[in-house]
């Protein structure tokens, strides 16, 4: 089955520590995201990628990094310079920029 | 003022009623446009695109978009229980090198 798979479901980060959000798709698309959501809040957007070894910041960049090393793939680092790491992350895919997002099954990150 | 703006809700519909959810843009030029569906601690579904003025029907749902007072709306006939959900209104405007921007969600509770 084509879709989007990202891990851990959850992950606990301590204080000072980087962590790793995996995303793989094998949809064949393009363009990938990664999306914060707050509770009770809309998605932000943290990091875009049109094609491979390519990314650019999207509106809550700061403290975070990511890589495009492969079309299929594109991990998201939660730097220990992101203060207030806690949220729902979401990768997405499509097939290119403006096109509809097809969304993994999300990242919850909590600090110990 | 936000890009994409929703009112956050809660709306209650009883069930088997039409449920209205509306959404606002500011971006005159944007072209495509998403209604998605969350439901608590899962990631987002996307239910309906739409394009052009005028309406798009998909079962019990309908699009509707209305370029020149810039807003757009789902309307849900006959409401189920399984329709309760955190619904998002998304855009993809030029101001926005083309990323999809969210608006924060409008909580739907379907009653008995």
């Known amino acids: 089955d084509g879709g989007i798979t990202q891990s851990p479901k959850y992950l606990f980060r301590k204080e000072g520590q980087n962590v790793t959000l995996s995303c793989e798709q094998n949809?064949?698309?393009?363009?990938m995201y990664w999306y914060r959501q707050d509770p009770g809040q809309g998605l932000r957007l943290i990091y875009y990628?049109?094609?491979?070894?390519?990314?650019q910041k999207g509106d809550i960049a700061e403290g975070y990094s990511v890589s495009r090393e492969k079309k299929e793939s594109f991990p998201l680092t939660v730097t220990s310079a992101q203060k207030n790491p806690t949220a729902f992350y979401l990768c997405?895919?499509?097939?290119?920029?403006?096109?509809?997002?097809?969304f993994g099954s999300g990242t919850q990150l909590s600090v110990l | 003022q936000k890009e994409v703006e929703q009112n956050s809700g809660p709306l209650s519909v009883p069930e088997g009623a039409i449920a209205s959810l509306n959404c606002t843009y500011s971006?005159?030029?944007?072209?495509?446009f998403f209604w998605y569906r969350q439901y608590s601690g899962k990631s987002p579904e996307l239910i309906m695109s739409?394009?052009?003025?005028g309406d798009k029907e998909d079962g019990r749902f309908t699009a509707q978009l209305n370029k020149a007072s810039q807003y757009v709306s789902l309307l849900i006939r006959d409401s189920q229980p399984s329709d309760s959900a955190t619904y998002l209104c998304?855009?993809?405007?030029?101001?926005?090198?083309?990323?999809?921007?969210f608006g924060s969600g409008t909580r739907l509770s379907i009653r008995p």
């Open positions: 990628s049109q094609i491979v070894n390519d990314f």
């Open positions: 998304a855009s993809s405007p030029p101001s926005s090198a083309s990323k999809i921007i």
């Open positions: 971006d005159r030029g944007s072209q495509s």
């Open positions: 997405a895919s499509s097939i290119g920029l403006n096109e509809k997002l097809f």
């Open positions: 739409i394009y052009s003025n």
């Open positions: 949809l064949n698309h393009d363009a």
